[in-house]
DNA sequence: GTCTATAGTCGGATAGAC
DNA sequence: GTCTATCCGACTATAGAC
């Protein structure tokens, strides 16, 4: 699991249709099933049967279980890019010019922590989205080459992005422990919601945690936010 | 795995000092195993090897896998239930006489908020966190009989004395969404710590989660609840 | 209570036909 | 590229000796 290993042999050419098609279908059953069951877990012949197709064209097109394990992740990093990418590109842009004394600039950079929440949402509101927390989250805990993919995206320039807005709000630097701490204190407070998809739902009674349960979050993570640097709430 | 189990199938008299050597030993082994690898993953050879003791044991003493399985979540829950209940039944207790609109009443609330959460960080900077973290974690996402007995145990009570204290501060009522919301926001950031370990120790170049890391993170999110809640921080 | 031994199942990877 | 068939290792649970 530790030992790298080439993510796609291609020996295919990727012209063939039906070699596309099955390489999807398997991606896709892959992040289900390793989601739910975990790498260990997960049985290569569950996942082809999920995608419906032969158990040996895991092999085939991706090296190994591993192989594909891998490229769930490459998958996942890529619609982050896409899905986050242009927002946070323009965000970081800014920032740099923002004033962090004048209300003005407060609000600025209350409304980007916003919107990078929304971001962050945007990605968790894909269908995709229970298995990529699943297979992440797994990650965190015993990190292998998977995170060092997903980790080398958009990622962690997102928690960059984070911590200079809340630098610029706190009149600290962004290189203080303690900008970097509130700053994965303000995405943990959205990503509680997915890790701890239980407590929530019971807690709150919901019977799921999807898009609108998301935005009721964001409203008070935003409110929280505006409260605690004390800029009006706009409406 | 979701049809109820007799955690404890108690065919051993609990007077032998053996038996409970060995009970004991395959529960630390369970919590460790269960926790790296997941419930399907985990096999009760490395469980037992990791106790020192023979494989059949493990059915001898708790019936299957599942029995342990369940059984380590009955020993979590107990745990938290001695750490964390004085001081959650000292403070459930005087809730109510809190007066949430004057200063005093505020800073007590924001107090307790304190506390509860340096509870939590107690029960984290528990040699076994690592493990708990993990099977809890696992569990919020496909929850079965173990969250049940998880949830059943102080858990949600501490969940609620978050929600009456925000309600405090806010003036709303603890029975709204945003209320609840904000409570689990509140643990929420404490929790990111635990559950993005990988991400938390990349993004601030830390070698553990441990529990001087964790103070460092209490402090932050005491001090963002006091700037919020707009009293002066005490010394 | 603890042990050895094993029955029965299922796993990943691969060889080779088409 | 896709398939069938299979090797071989690892798993849980249990039977039965001590």
Redesign the pocket.
């Given at each position: 699991m530790n030992t790298p290993v080439s993510t796609s042999p291609d020996?295919?050419?990727?012209?063939?249709a039906?070699?596309l098609?099955?390489r999807e279908a398997l991606l896709g059953a892959a992040l289900e099933v390793f989601g739910r069951d975990g790498f260990h877990a997960?049985?290569?012949?569950?996942i082809a049967e999920a995608a419906g197709?032969?158990?040996?064209?895991?092999?085939?097109?991706f090296g190994?279980?591993?192989g594909l394990y891998l490229a769930v992740f490459e998958a996942i990093t890529q619609t982050m890019n896409e899905l986050i990418g242009p927002t946070h590109a323009r965000i970081e842009a800014d920032i740099d010019s923002l004033d962090g004394a004048s209300p003005a600039g407060r609000r600025a950079c209350l409304e980007y922590l916003d919107e990078l929440i929304g971001g962050a949402i945007a990605m968790f509101s894909q269908p995709q989205a229970l298995g990529w927390t699943r297979m992440v989250m797994r990650e965190q805990q015993d990190p292998s080459d998977a995170f060092e993919i997903f980790y080398g995206g958009i990622y962690s320039e997102m928690l960059q992005s984070f911590t200079r807005l809340v630098a610029k709000l706190t009149g600290q630097s962004p290189d203080d422990e303690s900008s970097r701490i509130q700053a994965l204190n303000v995405m943990g407070q959205l990503m509680g919601f997915m890790v701890a998809r239980a407590t929530a739902m019971r807690h709150l009674g919901w019977q799921q945690v999807g898009a609108s349960e998301l935005s009721a979050v964001r409203r008070e993570i935003r409110a929280g936010l505006y409260q605690r640097f004390g800029e009006e709430v706009p409406a």
């Amino acid at each position: 699991m530790n030992t790298p290993v080439s993510t796609s042999p291609d020996r295919t050419p990727r012209t063939n249709a039906r070699s596309l098609q099955t390489r999807e279908a398997l991606l896709g059953a892959a992040l289900e099933v390793f989601g739910r069951d975990g790498f260990h877990a997960a049985s290569t012949r569950a996942i082809a049967e999920a995608a419906g197709v032969n158990q040996a064209l895991i092999a085939y097109h991706f090296g190994s279980k591993e192989g594909l394990y891998l490229a769930v992740f490459e998958a996942i990093t890529q619609t982050m890019n896409e899905l986050i990418g242009p927002t946070h590109a323009r965000i970081e842009a800014d920032i740099d010019s923002l004033d962090g004394a004048s209300p003005a600039g407060r609000r600025a950079c209350l409304e980007y922590l916003d919107e990078l929440i929304g971001g962050a949402i945007a990605m968790f509101s894909q269908p995709q989205a229970l298995g990529w927390t699943r297979m992440v989250m797994r990650e965190q805990q015993d990190p292998s080459d998977a995170f060092e993919i997903f980790y080398g995206g958009i990622y962690s320039e997102m928690l960059q992005s984070f911590t200079r807005l809340v630098a610029k709000l706190t009149g600290q630097s962004p290189d203080d422990e303690s900008s970097r701490i509130q700053a994965l204190n303000v995405m943990g407070q959205l990503m509680g919601f997915m890790v701890a998809r239980a407590t929530a739902m019971r807690h709150l009674g919901w019977q799921q945690v999807g898009a609108s349960e998301l935005s009721a979050v964001r409203r008070e993570i935003r409110a929280g936010l505006y409260q605690r640097f004390g800029e009006e709430v706009p409406a």
